[in-house]
C-alpha cells in the first residue's frame, strides 16, 4: 500500500481536480482502505465548502462608499493641479 | 465565471480606453467588482480592518494614476490586485517598522512549515449551508486564517476565498505557480488543522454507543 505520506501530499492536486489520472487512481485506491486519510481528504473538502462562501468574510459597512468618496476627492483634487 | 462578471470584464478595455481618454468617471465601474477581492487582499496582510481599508484607499489610487502602465488591458485584476498586496505589505512595515519581519525570516518559517503533517484525524460533522449564519462560526474560520503565516493566508484568501486560479494567484503574489500549490496544500492543511477541533464530530464513548444500538435500553427510554 501506497504510504500515507505520499496521499496527503497529493491531496490539494486531487481536490481540485488536477491530479493525474494514475495519481487519482492511486489515491483513490489508498482512501478506500484509510480511514485516516479519509477523515483528512473529507474534512478538506467540507472546509472548502464553506471558505469558499462569500458570507465567510463580512466586508466592513460603508467601505465602498468610503472608498469611491476618497477617490472622487483625490482624483479631482489632482486634475485641478 | 458567471455571466455578469463575464460582462463586466469584457467590459474592461474598453473602460480602461475610456478613463486613459480622460473621461475619470469610469474608473468607479471599472474597480466596483474588485473592492471586496481588494479589501480581503490587504486584511490577510494587515488583519486590521481599519489599516485594510486606509491600504486599499492608497491602492486603489495608484491604479488610477499608473492605469498608462498597464500594458495588457485584459490583465487589469492580476495587476491591479498586485499594487494592493503590494501596498497593504508597504503599509505593513511603515506601521510595525521595528516588527518588521524580513525576507530571511519569512523563508526560514517557510522551511519550518515545510513539514508540516495532519495531526488531526478526527471525522468532521456535516456544515450545513446556514452554519455560516452563526457568527461564532465565522469568526473561528477568520482566526484560523490570522493565525496561518502570512505567506499561506495570502495563498488562502485568494485561491480558497476569492476563487481565483492557480495562475492567477501566482500572478498577483508574483511567485511560481509551482510554488502557488506548494504553498496552497500547506495552507490548506493547516486551516483544516486549526478548525477540526470545531467541525469535528463530538466523541461518543463506547458506553454511548452501546446504549444508542442496545434495544432494551432504547425501549426503556
Ligand atoms: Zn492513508
Known amino acids: ?81 | 465565471m458567471n455571466d455578469q462578471a463575464l460582462m463586466e470584464k469584457s467590459r474592461e478595455p474598453f473602460l480602461i480606453q475610456r478613463i486613459r481618454a480622460g473621461e475619470r468617471s469610469h474608473f468607479h465601474e471599472l474597480i466596483r467588482p474588485y473592492e471586496r477581492r481588494a479589501f480581503l487582499i490587504a486584511y490577510s496582510v494587515l488583519r486590521n480592518q481599519a489599516d485594510a481599508e486606509d491600504a486599499v484607499q492608497q491602492a486603489m489610487l495608484k491604479i488610477f494614476l499608473h492605469l498608462e502602465q498597464l500594458a495588457e488591458a485584459d490583465k487589469f485584476a492580476q495587476w491591479a490586485m498586485r499594487v494592493v498586496e503590494n501596498e497593504a505589505k508597504m503599509y505593513k512595515r511603515k506601521r510595525h517598522q521595528h516588527l518588521y519581519q524580513s525576507v530571511d525570516e519569512e523563508q526560514e518559517k517557510e522551511g519550518q512549515t515545510k513539514h508540516f503533517r495532519p495531526k488531526q484525524f478526527a471525522d468532521w460533522r456535516d456544515l450545513p449551508n446556514e452554519i455560516l449564519e452563526q457568527q461564532e462560526v465565522r469568526a473561528a474560520i477568520i482566526e484560523s486564517l490570522a493565525s496561518l503565516p502570512e505567506i499561506y493566508r495570502e495563498i488562502f484568501v485568494l485561491r480558497d476565498m476569492e476563487h481565483l486560479n492557480i495562475a492567477e494567484t501566482a500572478e498577483v503574489l508574483g511567485i511560481s505557480v509551482p510554488m502557488v500549490k506548494t504553498r496552497l496544500h500547506r495552507a490548506r492543511l493547516m486551516m483544516r488543522e486549526a478548525l477540526s477541533p470545531i467541525f469535528a464530530k463530538p466523541k461518543v464513548s463506547i458506553w454511548e454507543r452501546w446504549k444508542g444500538v442496545n434495544p432494551w435500553f432504547a425501549a426503556k427510554r
Request: aromatic share 6%; net charge neutral.
Open chain 1, 1 to 81: 500500500m501506497v504510504r500515507c505520506k505520499t496521499i496527503i501530499a497529493h491531496l490539494s492536486e486531487y481536490v481540485d481536480g488536477e491530479a493525474t489520472p494514475e495519481m487519482c487512481h492511486m489515491i483513490e485506491k489508498h482512501l478506500r482502505g484509510c480511514h485516516r486519510c479519509t477523515a483528512v481528504y473529507d474534512s478538506t473538502r467540507k472546509m472548502l465548502v464553506i471558505t469558499g462562501d462569500e458570507r465567510v468574510f463580512e466586508i466592513p459597512s460603508g467601505y465602498s462608499a468610503r472608498l469611491h468618496r476618497f477617490l472622487d476627492k483625490a482624483i479631482l483634487e489632482g486634475s485641478a493641479s
